[in-house]
């Protein structure tokens, strides 16, 4: 079989035999989670509909009539389940077709999920697989079939055209990692599976296996929304990428061992998977961050492993997580500054760890703070509360602040209303142009309304409510360009790929009215670039990916022949 570009569900594998306390069809466990994986994939996907020869189309609607066998195949099955819970019932020899329930959910999961629905036709499977062909437009030997074990007779001829057929096997049944081969059969045109969540794993699989040693399979793990947003624009196809990336989607539902066996590189964002960071003045963040069980599996792993390709090591993030430790890195931004050009630095600041501090108003002017300043928790991403911020117009009111401790005091730079947000990806630097908070004397006008009282707000949600204005690559010419000084601050990106050590990472660069100063007022770590176009974003970020694994063998390399 050569790479997969197109797969099949049969659908009796998306459904449970039982319906749900409404009487209504549902879905078997891990159905929702493949089909999502596959919407974006990037590889034709279907689902079909066992019909036997009885079975018609009810006219006008071209939905199928319901049928006493199917009914009474599920019945029966139930019935004798009293007498021998372990019952496998081939469902087969009802030559079934599905009530117009179960049929209603598929066609609604194939309109939602933009799935091709196919009738397979017991007694013509030929025509079946001509159809399909005709209408995926592929050599039938990149096709993929995929039935429960209940329905393996009727995928027999499709492996006659070439197909892959994967076989999800009852519960009870041997387990296909009991199989030499990791679920492999006698018939080479058939694998099984034991989850639905492992056939991902298994295209990898098959994909890595026709490419060879030109490709290379990421692993990533990251929050199932991000992951989807990625997805969405392109980013994670199951089919090899142009330039030999093979993405699979790791998963904690499945034995993490096993999957970073088939992966070269993995692609993480750790912050989606932190449960609680302890904070200090220290600085210290690798002992202090709590994860998920899975990413504390996966993070043994990495150390376990240190010639692993990860993007990006763990301690390379930990400053990213901390406001401190990245404001005390800025500083260094100094050293980058030349006579006769725009300034590039860090903002003014001082933290604290608690808001009464006798010595506070001495310490704000001694750092050349004056109100108002931007207060930040300590603690970057990761925990729910690390956006909850607030802008200070009165000494007096940093006594009551809600703002969770430790703290950043930070400098409020007026900025004209306007942020530029900057993406490093490997070797190239990308940016926006982004509206964003008004300069500090019509905050104060603002606030005056309600007593100049401290403007309490979620960076994630609202402020920057702006959309964006303008995206520039390359030769960086355009709206708004003559205000920065784009040369110094992709020096500045340049910097912290060096000093932080990060393969894709953001940050934003506020200019300071009157003086022309370009500060740095956040970093964070593999971003969505959403503002930059997909056609150019998403094989830059792929390309990342290459170089980061390419650099990494070479040094290898290196050592091993020193």
Same mark, same amino acid.
């Given at each position: 079989m050569g790479a997969v570009r197109g797969i099949l569900l049969d659908g009796t594998v998306l459904l449970t035999a039982d319906d749900d306390q409404h009487g209504n069809a549902s879905?078997?466990?891990?159905?929702?989670? *493949? #089909?999502?994986?596959?919407? /974006?994939?990037?590889? /034709?996907?279907?689902?079909?509909?066992?019909?036997? %020869?009885?079975?018609?189309? &009810?006219?006008?609607?071209?939905?199928?009539?319901?049928?006493?066998?199917?009914?009474?195949?599920?019945?029966?099955?139930?019935?004798?389940?009293?007498?021998?819970? /372990?019952?496998t019932l081939p469902m087969e020899k009802f030559a079934f077709f599905l009530p117009l329930r179960y049929v209603s959910l598929l066609e609604r999961i194939a309109r939602l999920h933009s799935f091709d629905c196919f009738t397979l036709n017991a007694s013509c499977m030929a025509d079946t697989a001509n159809e399909i062909a005709l209408a995926w437009g592929d050599n039938e030997r990149s096709f993929m079939h995929v039935v429960s074990n209940e329905s393996e007779d009727l995928s027999l001829n499709l492996s006659n055209h070439g197909w892959q057929i994967i076989i999800l096997r009852s519960h009870g049944q041997r387990p296909a990692d009991d199989i030499e081969g990791g679920g492999a059969s006698e018939?080479?045109?058939?694998?099984? %599976? +034991?989850?639905l969540e492992e056939l991902p794993l298994t295209i990898c699989r098959l994909n890595r296996k026709e490419l060879g040693s030109d490709g290379v399979t990421v692993g990533y793990v990251m929050k199932p929304s991000r992951g989807e947003d990625f997805a969405k624009r392109g980013a994670f196809p199951l089919c090899p990428t142009q330039?030999?990336?093979?993405?699979?989607?790791?998963?904690?539902?499945?034995?993490?061992?096993?999957q970073l066996q088939e992966v070269d590189v993995v692609l993480h964002k750790a912050t989606d998977e932190i449960i609680s960071i302890e904070m200090s003045?220290?600085?210290?963040?690798?002992?202090?961050? !709590?994860?998920?069980? $899975?990413?504390?599996? *996966?993070?043994?792993?990495?150390?376990? =492993?240190? +010639?692993?390709?990860? @993007? +990006?090591?763990? +301690?390379? @993030?930990?400053?990213?997580?901390?406001?401190?430790? #990245?404001?005390?890195?800025?500083?260094? *931004?100094e050293n980058l500054n030349t006579e006769g050009r725009c300034k590039i630095r860090a903002p /003014?600041? #001082?933290?604290?760890?608690?808001?009464?501090?006798?010595?506070?108003? =001495?310490?704000?002017?001694?750092?050349?703070?004056?109100?108002?300043?931007?207060?930040?928790? =300590?603690?970057a991403c990761g925990v729910a509360d690390a956006h909850s911020m607030a802008i200070i117009f009165r000494v007096e009111d940093y006594k009551s602040l809600s703002?969770? *401790?430790?703290?950043?005091? =930070?400098?409020?730079?007026?900025?004209?209303?306007?942020?530029?947000?900057?993406? &490093?990806? $490997?070797e190239k630097v990308f940016y926006a142009v982004k509206k964003s908070i008004p300069n500090a004397d019509i905050l104060v006008k603002i606030s005056e309304r309600n007593g100049l009282k401290p403007l309490l707000f979620d960076s994630l949600k609202s402020l920057p409510t702006e959309k964006t204005l303008n995206f520039r690559d390359g030769d960086f010419h355009g709206v708004n360009d003559q205000h920065i000084d784009l040369g110094l601050v992709t020096d500045a990106a340049s910097w912290l790929r060096r000093m932080l050590d990060l393969t894709i990472f953001g940050f934003d660069v506020v200019i300071q009215e009157? !003086? $022309?100063?370009h500060v740095i007022v956040d970093v964070n770590y593999l971003p969505s670039f959403k503002e930059v176009p997909d056609n150019v974003a998403i094989p830059t970020f792929w390309e990342a990916i290459k170089r980061k694994y390419e650099s990494r063998k070479t040094k290898e390399r290196a050592i091993a022949s020193s």
């Amino acid at each position: 079989m050569g790479a997969v570009r197109g797969i099949l569900l049969d659908g009796t594998v998306l459904l449970t035999a039982d319906d749900d306390q409404h009487g209504n069809a549902s879905l078997r466990p891990g159905a929702e989670y *493949l #089909i999502r994986k596959l919407h /974006h994939s990037k590889i /034709h996907r279907g689902i079909s509909y066992v019909l036997g %020869i009885s079975a018609h189309k &009810v006219a006008g609607r071209g939905r199928l009539k319901t049928s006493l066998t199917f009914v009474f195949y599920f019945y029966t099955k139930w019935l004798l389940s009293d007498y021998n819970p /372990h019952l496998t019932l081939p469902m087969e020899k009802f030559a079934f077709f599905l009530p117009l329930r179960y049929v209603s959910l598929l066609e609604r999961i194939a309109r939602l999920h933009s799935f091709d629905c196919f009738t397979l036709n017991a007694s013509c499977m030929a025509d079946t697989a001509n159809e399909i062909a005709l209408a995926w437009g592929d050599n039938e030997r990149s096709f993929m079939h995929v039935v429960s074990n209940e329905s393996e007779d009727l995928s027999l001829n499709l492996s006659n055209h070439g197909w892959q057929i994967i076989i999800l096997r009852s519960h009870g049944q041997r387990p296909a990692d009991d199989i030499e081969g990791g679920g492999a059969s006698e018939n080479p045109s058939m694998l099984y %599976i +034991d989850k639905l969540e492992e056939l991902p794993l298994t295209i990898c699989r098959l994909n890595r296996k026709e490419l060879g040693s030109d490709g290379v399979t990421v692993g990533y793990v990251m929050k199932p929304s991000r992951g989807e947003d990625f997805a969405k624009r392109g980013a994670f196809p199951l089919c090899p990428t142009q330039n030999g990336l093979i993405f699979m989607p790791l998963t904690f539902e499945l034995p993490l061992s096993s999957q970073l066996q088939e992966v070269d590189v993995v692609l993480h964002k750790a912050t989606d998977e932190i449960i609680s960071i302890e904070m200090s003045m220290s600085s210290e963040l690798s002992n202090k961050v !709590t994860y998920t069980r $899975g990413m504390q599996e *996966l993070a043994r792993f990495i150390e376990e =492993q240190p +010639d692993f390709c990860v @993007i +990006d090591p763990l +301690d390379n @993030i930990y400053p990213v997580l901390d406001r401190l430790k #990245i404001q005390q890195i800025l500083l260094g *931004l100094e050293n980058l500054n030349t006579e006769g050009r725009c300034k590039i630095r860090a903002p /003014h600041f #001082i933290m604290v760890d608690n808001f009464n501090e006798p010595n506070l108003v =001495q310490r704000l002017l001694e750092a050349r703070l004056p109100l108002p300043t931007i207060v930040k928790p =300590q603690v970057a991403c990761g925990v729910a509360d690390a956006h909850s911020m607030a802008i200070i117009f009165r000494v007096e009111d940093y006594k009551s602040l809600s703002v969770p *401790l430790p703290a950043v005091l =930070q400098e409020y730079v007026d900025h004209s209303s306007t942020l530029f947000k900057f993406y &490093v990806l $490997g070797e190239k630097v990308f940016y926006a142009v982004k509206k964003s908070i008004p300069n500090a004397d019509i905050l104060v006008k603002i606030s005056e309304r309600n007593g100049l009282k401290p403007l309490l707000f979620d960076s994630l949600k609202s402020l920057p409510t702006e959309k964006t204005l303008n995206f520039r690559d390359g030769d960086f010419h355009g709206v708004n360009d003559q205000h920065i000084d784009l040369g110094l601050v992709t020096d500045a990106a340049s910097w912290l790929r060096r000093m932080l050590d990060l393969t894709i990472f953001g940050f934003d660069v506020v200019i300071q009215e009157h !003086t $022309g100063d370009h500060v740095i007022v956040d970093v964070n770590y593999l971003p969505s670039f959403k503002e930059v176009p997909d056609n150019v974003a998403i094989p830059t970020f792929w390309e990342a990916i290459k170089r980061k694994y390419e650099s990494r063998k070479t040094k290898e390399r290196a050592i091993a022949s020193s």
